[in-house]
């Protein structure tokens, strides 16, 4: 049998002794480490799932889209420099009918090779089987759309393209790399029950686009090392007289870049909150165990007068601190493992990855708990040392007490309203500024990471009403599959249930200031509209100027610009025209990044004439389904969308991207703020035990003395929840300027229900931990806490 020295039997000891202390700081511990190791395996295990998903299904480099091209191009395309592969497709939009839904279905029809695999973006398989070779009338359906119509191999629908209806059998689930985020071009989030991925031979597409011998897009793999820059501005030479819509990269290709940026605003998060975490953990440790050991002064002393040095009495301290410090982070990083496995399980469900690599790395792990092994040590040197500096004899007796001097209260003359034990609390705190100063900055922090995990919720609702409420008006947007002059809106301002029409103009662009370049759409709106009107910083809606670009806040900082200033323009269809427009003023928005123009001002720069590419509708409270299926009849109209299906699809996609982290995170701040408040109170009693005690001893009642202790921890809580939300409002600001993205800018917008939920948490922590430290004064041995304890 193993016997450890007397010394470190004692440590164990000391340790059974402040069990709960241990616990709670354990706790804070793994809180900090937890949401490091989820944040961390998390983002590790989607970007290392993202990187073999694309290394193994051929992810292209490059895409261009054309009206139509001859096969003999792809040649040309194929002889540039860099360029490994080629491969040409057809693609189309189209409408969908399935039995039993009503209401318009939008879809991508992409081409596959009559027989066997394509070269680039190969199909994972969830069900099913690949299509037949020259079969006719098979297809296969993105999994996210069969999953939300619980489409199975064998099922039938039907599929409308330029104005030719066919009936499709459904022959396999299949997931792409290029559409692991589905979403149609437009659109600011999936909705997966009103757009679909279909894929079906060339042949059978081909005949329906009249694309027999010719393409309308063409992809491209790079050899390593090639410049994108070059290759995209040699395939725009080659394809400009074939209407080319300008070759794009990765980063401009839809699917990639939101997987991009919801990775870039994970990742902020994943080094941002864990930071934060650690950091006030690491903070709160240090100054708990200076406290705590600063409150065993005399045990140092005895032990350093029974022989052992300086050093062994920091290493017998050492090995508690270490002790609780491997119980927080074993919790912490079991408990990390556990929440990052489901909060990767559900960003895959969202961004349809077939597989998942989870993995951990151990560095992360390690890293989270020597922070805050070294933050608990650090603490405990420095009061260790503090207390073998006294000589033995003197540590060894009770501190000496305070000189007494008259505070600030009683100078004042306020004393005649306090009692004796407010004026002792009032003291306490005045004659021990740090130490006060200290708790309140702890309490306070705890509070903010609370305010700070659960702020999204008021943020969320004050954006969709900005961008959903008061700019957008209208209830239904509609696209069509061609330009079409203004008048063809007439027919639909004459449909049943429909009471006005707005046509709109959508113009993919680049805008190109010196060399910054951000890639969006120009909306034409029409001057006499009312339906959609950008919100300027003052919340108003604006009137667009007759000539110029009104830019979104974003973008405008992305390129570097301000009113007054000019922006190159490239359309990417048409004729592709070139512009050199002015920016005449800057909106607010939190979503997307778009630039807006009268719509005659547009269609003059374009020199198309007076056309439309889709309308915004307002319609009776009871006639919208009705008016949904007038549209899906129309074979010009390629797609219709309500706008409260739009505010769902938002609300959906953030809940499940960031809902249970943010949960997480609210949780583990509760536990911070317990663990803070219930240590304060136990190192204060710790701290007065002897004073408490013989206050009892000189006559104060039970209430009294637990007043005097409960009523300065109550006093210090309450000054720290108004600097918590100075704190809170800080990190929320450092926060939300880490995350903002092209797909969504959170405003700080904190509900008066987040600054109550904060106080509330607060002081029902504050409450528990009265409640267990007001038990142990009614426990108190008054002889015993008298005697210097052996």
Excluded: C
């Excluded at 769902?648 to 997480?664: N, P």
Aim: net charge positive; aromatic share 8%; proline share 4%.
């Amino acid at each position: 049998m193993i016997r450890l020295p007397a010394i470190h039997r004692k440590a164990l000891r000391d340790l059974w002794h402040m069990r709960w202390q241990a616990i709670a700081i354990a706790l804070v511990i793994a809180s900090g480490i937890a949401m490091l190791v989820m944040s961390r395996a998390t983002l590790d295990s989607l970007q290392d799932t993202r990187t073999r998903l694309y290394q193994d299904y051929r992810f292209s480099d490059v895409w261009a889209q054309v009206r139509r091209a001859p096969e003999s191009v792809a040649a040309r395309v194929a002889e540039l420099p860099g360029v490994n592969e080629v491969e040409t497709r057809v693609i189309a939009g189209g409408k969908l009918a399935l039995p039993g839904f009503d209401k318009p279905i939008e879809a991508l029809l992409l081409s596959l090779p009559d027989q066997g695999e394509p070269q680039q973006n190969r199909l994972y398989l969830r069900a099913g089987r690949m299509l037949a070779p020259f079969a006719q009338g098979e297809v296969l359906v993105s999994d996210a759309f069969a999953e939300a119509h619980r489409l199975k191999p064998g099922d039938t629908l039907r599929a409308t393209v330029y104005g030719r209806s066919q009936q499709f059998t459904v022959v396999g689930i299949a997931v792409s790399p290029e559409y692991l985020y589905q979403i149609k071009p437009g659109a600011l989030f999936p909705d997966y029950e009103r757009y679909a991925i279909l894929w079906t031979h060339r042949r059978a597409l081909g005949a329906a686009m009249n694309m027999e011998g010719a393409f309308n897009q063409i992809t491209v793999k790079l050899a390593p090392g090639t410049s994108e820059a070059e290759t995209l501005s040699a395939m725009d030479r080659i394809l400009a007289r074939y209407g080319s819509r300008g070759a794009i990269g990765r980063m401009d290709q839809l699917s990639y870049r939101y997987l991009h940026e919801e990775f870039r605003g994970l990742a902020t998060m994943a080094w941002m909150f864990p930071l934060i975490f650690l950091g006030v953990a690491a903070f709160l440790l240090n100054v708990v165990f200076k406290r705590l050991i600063g409150t065993q002064r005399d045990q140092v002393a005895i032990l350093k007068a029974f022989g052992y040095s300086t050093l062994d009495v920091a290493l017998h301290y050492g090995l508690i601190v270490t002790l609780i410090g491997v119980l927080g982070s074993v919790l912490g990083v079991a408990l990390g493992v556990w929440l990052g496995s489901a909060l990767a399980g559900l960003y895959q469900l969202n961004f349809r990855f077939p597989f998942l690599d989870f993995t951990l790395s151990p560095q992360v792990a390690l890293a989270g708990a020597g922070v805050s092994l070294l933050a608990a040590l650090s603490g405990t040197g420095w009061a260790v040392f503090a207390a073998a500096r006294e000589p033995v004899a003197q540590a060894m007796r009770p501190p000496s007490p305070e000189r007494f001097r008259r505070t600030l209260v009683e100078r004042l003359g306020l004393t005649r309203w306090l009692s004796q034990p407010t004026r002792m609390i009032l003291r306490q705190l005045e004659r021990r500024p740090l130490k006060a100063l200290m708790s309140i900055v702890g309490l306070a922090l705890a509070g903010a990471i609370v305010m700070m995990a659960r702020f999204q919720t008021g943020s969320i609702d004050y954006m969709v009403d900005i961008q959903y409420r008061l700019s957008q008006q209208h209830d239904i947007s509609t696209s069509f599959i061609e330009m079409a002059p203004r008048k063809a809106l007439d027919e639909l301002r004459a449909l049943p249930g429909v009471r006005q029409v707005d046509g709109v103009r959508n113009v993919a662009v680049r805008l190109r200031n010196e060399n910054r370049m951000v890639l969006t759409s120009i909306q034409g709106l029409p001057a006499a509209g009312t339906l959609s009107r950008p919100v300027d910083t003052r919340l108003r809606r604006i009137e667009l100027p007759p000539d110029g670009l009104v830019l979104n806040d974003y973008v405008a900082r992305k390129l570097g610009v301000q009113p007054g200033d000019y922006l190159q323009v490239e359309a990417m269809e048409g004729r592709q025209t070139q512009l050199r427009l002015p920016v005449v003023r800057l909106v607010q928005e939190y979503v997307g990044t778009m630039a807006y123009m009268d719509l005659d001002a547009l269609n003059r720069a374009m020199r198309d004439g007076d056309v439309v590419s889709g309308a915004l509708l307002t319609v009776d409270d009871d006639a919208e389904d009705a008016v949904f299926r007038e549209l899906d009849r129309r074979p010009g109209v390629v797609g219709a969308e309500s706008r409260l299906a739009a505010i769902r699809a938002l609300y959906r996609t953030i809940e499940e991207t960031s809902g249970l982290f943010t949960w997480v995170a609210v949780l583990m701040g509760l536990v911070i703020n317990f663990g803070v408040v219930y240590n304060s109170a136990r190192i204060a009693l710790a701290e007065r035990g002897r004073e408490l005690a013989s206050l009892r001893v000189l006559g104060f009642t039970q209430g009294e003395v637990s007043y005097i202790l409960l009523g300065e921890l109550a006093l210090l809580v309450l000054l720290s929840i108004p600097l918590s939300y100075v704190a809170g409002y800080g990190l929320i600001q450092f926060m939300v300027q880490g995350m903002a993205s092209d797909l969504y800018r959170v405003p700080v917008r904190l509900e008066p229900a987040s600054y109550a939920f904060v106080a509330l948490v607060t002081v029902a922590s504050a409450i528990a931990s009265a409640l267990a430290v007001y038990w142990r004064i009614r426990k108190l041995d008054l002889i015993g806490v008298l005697k210097t304890r052996e």
